[in-house]
């Protein structure tokens, strides 16, 4: 089933969602976490031992942490450097581990392999063509390939495909794809894509770069670049729909940078039926010549207006200008969370401004939803080195973002048994037992959701994914305040490629922490 494509801007450039709704009257709060980790977090992901890998361009000069047991890096430039770009950060702890890296990652993209593996790729000068890989434990630190991909990637966008494999798309001056990790004859291969030629705006001013890509229930790749969109067979290298030029006259691709969501998948207990419809919500952007008048001093506000969705958080930004260094102005302080199913009247809206954070956090931040349904929100460096005395400097706090379901008024479920266990199979019936805590009277709706971790960067979450799974009966009560329900894993890989998903239960729109599993 070819997706919809619903038009919408904002004036933020950063969004998660969840599919929690919570109190109407609580609007969120903010908790500074770390006052500095060092770096400014241009890139965050989210691992399955729930630590983040946050990384930032080593062209922005020595960072505020130095690299582990005083090592140093030398590069072609016969510069020395100590300090460290990407560290490990346990948002439950509070604690940092620097890691190596000695490449620039500056505007590169990132997957997770089915094994949990962070694959991270591209960059800039030397590490354009660089494909580097880290694994969750205790220790282990980035492994570079240096000519890991055919050709230059900077601001490239990655996707996981059904098979493991990870398709990388784009980049600058880049009209084409290919395949990694390099494991086969056919991941060898560079596949022309003129659909990427044909939607530059300009050499100068893109329009087209991080292109937005969602794989389909069944199993194409949707790319959306600058004002436009293709469905793409990326097993048969053939474009198979063309959707209409958007209205409104538009950019939404870096550097008129908005963001792009797949909606949540809702799945169907019918094995006959493996396609549920799929939507992308394409968000935010300005118009083409933004960047060049931003430059020039002049700053043309966001659009903001939006169209229908699932619960989404958006989050950080500014007002006007465009994104790149220096031509932003008006953070945008207050994430909006847009709730669809609200009535609309004269006096209500569904768009509901919540509580603001202190900190500016404009172009080059990040934000990631973690397992226990706190939203990490880290970075903001507009400038082209590290620079605290700037009209918005360099950011290297995170704080975490408490949405309304963390209101002492609410009951959040948690989950306390999966059986027989988290290693699942497509199409596999599994048993989750959880407990909802001082809830008196009828249980209400339950939902069960698996959350994809996603590689935040540049507004745009690579590899989003919500699917809504479904349940084989109502819940049934065990014990006191105890319940069960069945659950039927996802049926195909195209609907949930292998990998690990946080799994939440959702009671009346309030989710559970996640606990992790893994589909084979």
């Known amino acids: 089933m070819t997706p919809k494509l619903l038009v919408c801007l904002v004036l933020a450039t950063c969004s998660l969602f969840t599919l929690a709704s919570g109190s109407q009257t609580h609007r969120g709060k903010w908790k500074l976490l770390k006052r500095s980790i060092g770096i400014s977090a241009m890139h965050m992901q989210l691992l399955p031992n729930d630590k983040i890998i946050a990384f930032d361009r080593k062209g922005s000069g020595p960072s505020n942490i130095s690299l582990p047991r005083g090592k140093c890096v030398v590069d072609s430039k016969t510069t020395t450097d100590c300090s460290s770009h990407s560290v490990e950060f346990d948002p439950s702890r509070r604690s940092l581990r620097p890691l190596t890296i000695t490449t620039d990652t500056w505007c590169s993209s990132g997957a997770l392999l089915p094994d949990g593996v962070l694959i991270q790729s591209g960059g800039f000068e030397l590490g354009e063509r660089v494909v580097r890989s880290l694994t969750p434990c205790a220790d282990c630190d980035w492994v570079e390939q240096k000519n890991g991909l055919i050709t230059s990637r900077w601001y490239a966008s990655n996707q996981i495909l059904p098979n493991g494999k990870i398709i990388v798309v784009g980049g600058l001056n880049q009209f084409n794809y290919e395949f990694i990790p390099k494991t086969s ?30 794989l389909t229930p069944d199993g194409k790749i949707f790319i959306f670049a600058n004002d436009r969109a293709i469905l793409l067979d990326h097993v048969n290298n053939r474009v198979v729909k063309k959707y209409p030029v958007m209205p409104g006259g538009v950019s939404r691709n870096y550097p008129s940078t908005g963001s792009s969501v797949l909606l949540p998948l809702i799945l169907s207990s019918n094995l006959n039926s493996h396609r549920p419809e799929a939507e992308v919500f394409i968000c935010g952007g300005t118009v083409p010549d933004s960047n060049q008048k931003a430059i020039a001093g002049v700053f043309v506000p966001a659009s903001k207006s939006c169209g229908r969705l699932g619960d989404v958080l958006i989050i950080n930004g500014a007002a006007k200008g465009s994104a790149g260094w220096n031509v932003g102005r008006e953070p945008v302080l207050n994430p909006v969370l847009y709730r669809p199913h609200l009535p609309v009247t004269a006096k209500t809206s569904r768009f509901e401004i919540m509580s603001p954070s202190p900190i500016p956090r404009v172009y080059h931040s990040t934000a990631h939803l973690l397992s226990d349904g706190r939203v990490l929100v880290g970075g903001s460096n507009p400038n082209s080195n590290y620079n605290f005395t700037a009209v918005y400097p360099t950011e290297l706090s995170v704080e975490a973002f408490y949405p309304p379901y963390f209101s002492p008024n609410v009951s959040r479920p948690s989950i306390s048994k999966i059986n027989p266990g988290t290693n699942l199979e497509h199409m596999q019936k599994f048993s989750m037992h959880f407990y909802i805590h001082q809830w008196h009277g009828e249980l209400g709706k339950i939902h069960v959701t698996m959350v994809a971790p996603s590689f935040t960067s540049h507004s745009y979450s690579m590899n989003q994914r919500l699917l809504v799974l479904s349940l084989d009966s109502v819940a049934r009560k065990v014990g006191f305040s105890h319940y069960v329900v069945d659950v039927h894993a996802p049926a195909t890989a195209t609907l949930a490629p292998p990998g690990y998903y946080q799994l939440f239960v959702v009671h009346e729109g309030v989710p559970s922490k996640g606990t992790w599993v893994h589909i084979k």
């Open 185 to 214: 004859t056919s991941d060898q291969k560079l596949y022309q894509l003129p659909f990427l030629e044909e939607t530059r705006y300009s050499p100068f001013v893109p329009n087209n770069l991080y292109p937005f890509l969602h």
